[in-house]
C-alpha cells in the first residue's frame, strides 16, 4: 500500500499487486475518448506507472471520487464479475436542488428505467418501454436552507451510464452544477457537479479479503 502520489500526477489511495485505487478529480476523463484532444484521463495517467492498470469500471468526466483499476487481465475479469454480479457496493454524495423530504423508512428507491437518447448522445432519458431497468437507493442527509439544497448519500444498485444523474432529474431535484441534465439556473448554482463517488466495498480478487475504500468530498 502507498500514501503518494506517483510522479505528482496519480491520486492514489490503495495499490498492491491486483488493484489500483484511486481518487479521480472531477473534470478529467476516466478513459480516452474520441479524438487528439480526449486522450489525457486517469487510466492513462494510471498505465505510465502500472502498465499492466486495466479498466473495471468509469466515472463521468464530471464526477470525482474512488475508481477502482485491476492489475492485469486475471485480476480484471474477477472484477468484472464482481461488478456483474451487483456484489460490488457503491456510496456516492450528491447535492441535489430543492428541498428532498426524507423517506419515512430512511431510504427511497428509483426504479425508472433508462436508455440512450440517441439523437442527443451521451445524453440518458427515462423510457418505460425500451429503458433497462436501473434501481438507485438514496437517503438525506441534510437541507441547506439557505441555498435550498438538499445533500444525499446515493447507492446505484445497478450501473448505467448517469444512472444517478437521470434519475434524481426525473424526480425533479436535478444534481447541483449538472451541465448535462440541469438547466441553466442549476448549472450556475456550482462551479462542477456535486457528485462524488465517497466509497467502494468488494471482496479482494485473490485473497478474497474484505476491502473498504473511501474519500471525502471537496463539497
Known sequence: MQSHDAAGELP??????ALLVLDKPAGLLAVPGRGADKQD???????????D?????????????VMLL???AAAQRALN?????RSVGKRYLAVVDGQLPAPPEGWGEIRFPIRV??????????DPQFGKPSLTRWRVLSYNAAQQTTRLELEPLTGRSHQ???HLQALGHAIVGDALYGCPRIQALAQRLLLHA??????HPVNDQAMRFVSAASF
Request: glycine letters at 4%; one cysteine or more; proline letters at 5%.
Open 117 to 126: 437518447d440517441w439523437p442527443n448522445r451521451p445524453r440518458r432519458v427515462i
Open 164 to 166: 444517478l444523474r437521470v
Open 81 to 85: 464479475q464482481a461488478f456483474a454480479n
Open 198 to 203: 465517497c466509497s467502494l466495498e468488494l471482496r
Open 41 to 51: 484521463c486517469l487510466s492513462a495517467r494510471a498505465q505510465r506507472h502500472y502498465p
Open 12 to 17: 492514489l489511495l490503495y495499490v498492491d499487486d
Open 70 to 72: 485491476a492489475r492485469g
Open 53 to 65: 492498470a486495466l479498466v473495471v469500471h468509469r466515472l463521468d468526466m464530471a464526477t470525482s471520487g
